[in-house]
């Protein structure tokens, strides 16, 4: 089991940027993958990219694409959301995340089942 703590959200101009953080509790985190999503207001939470355990591998949603980096740091056991070039569009609640099953490689989002309590991006135009 793993405990998740997002942090580094805020109000920020188009055009910006932002770096999320996801600190992870427990000796097993270097082997979970990893995901981050997000939840904009009356829509679903959906996918943004996702991490192997190792790093070696990414997936990114297309929306962001080419701005977003998603890395980690095992031996700090943290995840982070490197965030550029940030549009309106971007405005949501953003939450990372950890499968059910550590090494199963997932972008659904059913099938995550440790969650951070979300932070809040806002990209103002």
């Known amino acids: 089991q793993v405990q998740l703590a997002e942090s580094g959200g805020g109000l920020v101009q188009a055009g910006g940027s932002l770096r999320l953080s996801c600190a992870a509790s427990g000796r097993t985190f270097s082997v979970y993958v990893m995901g981050w999503f997000r939840q904009a207001p009356g829509k679903e939470r959906d996918i943004v990219a996702t991490?192997?355990?190792?790093?070696?591998?990414?997936y990114y949603a297309d929306s962001v694409k080419g701005r977003f980096t998603i890395s980690r740091d095992n031996a700090k056991n943290t995840v982070y959301l490197q965030m550029n070039s940030l549009k309106p569009e971007d405005t949501a609640v953003y939450y990372c995340?950890?499968?059910?099953?550590?090494?199963?490689?997932?972008?659904?989002?059913?099938?995550?089942?440790?969650w951070g309590q979300g932070t809040q991006v806002t990209v103002s135009s």
């Open positions: 991490i192997t355990s190792s790093g070696s591998g990414t």
């Open positions: 995340a950890a499968p059910r099953d550590p090494y199963y490689y997932t972008r659904t989002r059913n099938e995550y089942a440790y």
